[in-house]
């Protein structure tokens, strides 16, 4: 309502104004030339009965060419820019983002007054609304900053588990309502800069889960938060922020990798943590044939530790992990399917990588696991069926 009104303001506006600086630049037979002014300053001298009628304004003018029109339209329109100051500063706190509508409206207005040209026209009008404009844009750049602060100083929620957080929820609100108000607007420089200033923020806030004290891995809800900017930005198609779209599915696709290599550790955590030992021995320089001779790596003990992962057991802890990851992970995202998907990939290289290990470490030994890659195939499909 307000941007309407201000546009119907500012439509009033400018034929008075306009008909106004006309009546007096006629009248008065003013231009911007100098040698006009200066034949008009010869005239008013060599006859100044001619002019001995005239009321006080025709006398202040005419007494005063080196004034230009403007100054004497200010006189006239004295009220006129206090006013449309008080005017917008009602317009701003009508709506939280409210400069943004201030802004089109004006820049739109300017941008219809000046034309094509680069630069203002010489009018009384071009001059205060170019002023509004400046103070609008101081306006929209204070909001904006306001805006940038509170996000990055926001504290996260004490009992935060997981989902879309604050800070991304009002960096896409913004966007929304900013798109929708620019959707017709001429020029749209501020908007952008604004967007990168705003994304630049909220990637900060999310970057700063690493050191937050959660009930949840941090890597978590950093890949939520950053898939679901990431899909955000790829449905609203705008320019200035590809590169932190890409930034965004990178930095998504980074933490889904900590957090399932992570977890991962868990279903086979002795049988990880054995094999990590076999090739820190190997990069130490012991050759692979010798390292069953190594007391921790013998192959007792490498069977010792395959005997507490049968293969029921190894089905039953993907469970207990798939159950796990569906309570941690926010169901308005959806990850699920490509977190686990992703789970199962990991764990297919980690058990081929242990297999490989067993052929050349204990070559011709007999060991091997108790349950065998199509195995692996069958639990995982068989849990996402039943889930």
């Known amino acids: 309502v307000s941007k309407q009104v201000l546009e119907q303001v500012l439509r009033e506006l400018r034929p008075l104004c306009t008909a106004e600086q006309q009546f007096i630049e006629t009248f008065f037979q003013l231009s911007h030339d100098a040698a006009d002014l200066q034949v008009l300053e010869v005239s ?3 006859c100044p009965s001619c002019f001995s009628g005239l009321s006080f304004i025709f006398n202040f003018f005419f007494l005063r060419l080196e ?5 004497l339209l200010s006189k006239i329109f004295s009220c006129l820019e206090p006013e449309l100051r008080g005017f917008l500063d009602v317009c701003n706190k009508v709506h939280p983002f409210g ?7 004006l820049s ?3 941008f219809e007054t000046w034309g094509s040209s680069s630069a203002p026209p010489l009018s009384f009008l071009s001059t205060v609304l170019g002023n509004m404009l400046l103070l609008a844009k101081s306006s929209f750049n204070k909001c904006i900053g306001t805006l940038c602060q509170e996000i990055e100083e926001a504290k996260m929620p004490s009992k935060a588990r997981s989902g879309i957080l604050p800070s991304v929820s009002c960096f896409k609100e913004f966007v929304n309502f900013s798109e929708e108000v620019f959707r017709t607007a001429r020029r749209r420089g501020e908007l952008d800069k604004a967007h990168l200033r705003l994304a630049s923020s909220v990637f900060s806030s999310i970057n700063s889960l690493s050191s937050a004290n959660l009930k949840v891995n941090p890597d978590m809800v950093m890949m939520e938060n950053f898939h679901h900017i990431y899909h955000f930005l790829c449905q609203k198609k705008i320019q200035c922020l590809e590169d932190k779209k890409r930034e965004a599915n990178q930095r998504y696709s980074e933490h889904m990798e900590k957090y399932v290599i992570k977890y991962l550790g868990q279903p086979l955590e002795k049988l990880n943590h054995f094999f990590e030992g076999v090739k820190a021995r190997v990069a130490q320089g012991v050759k692979e044939e ?6 921790a790596y013998s192959k007792q003990e490498l069977r010792k530790v395959i005997e507490k992962y049968p293969g029921k057991e190894v089905r039953r802890a ?3 992990l798939y159950k796990k990851i569906h309570k941690h ?11 686990w998907h992703a789970m199962e990939q990991e764990f297919l290289r980690q058990y081929q990588e242990f297999e490989e290990l067993i052929q050349r470490c204990y070559a011709g030994s007999g060991i091997a696991m108790d349950f065998t890659m199509e195995d692996l195939l069958s639990y995982f499909n068989s849990i996402t069926v039943s889930n």
């Open 318 to 320: 993907l469970e207990t």
């Open 290 to 295: 010798e390292i069953s001779f190594q007391l």
């Open 67 to 71: 004034e230009p029109t403007a100054q």
């Open 44 to 46: 008013v001298r060599t």
């Open 108 to 110: 739109d207005s300017v």
């Open 329 to 339: 992970l926010s169901p308005e995202e959806n990850l699920l399917p490509v977190v």
């Open 99 to 105: 400069c943004l509508q201030v802004l089109v409206t």
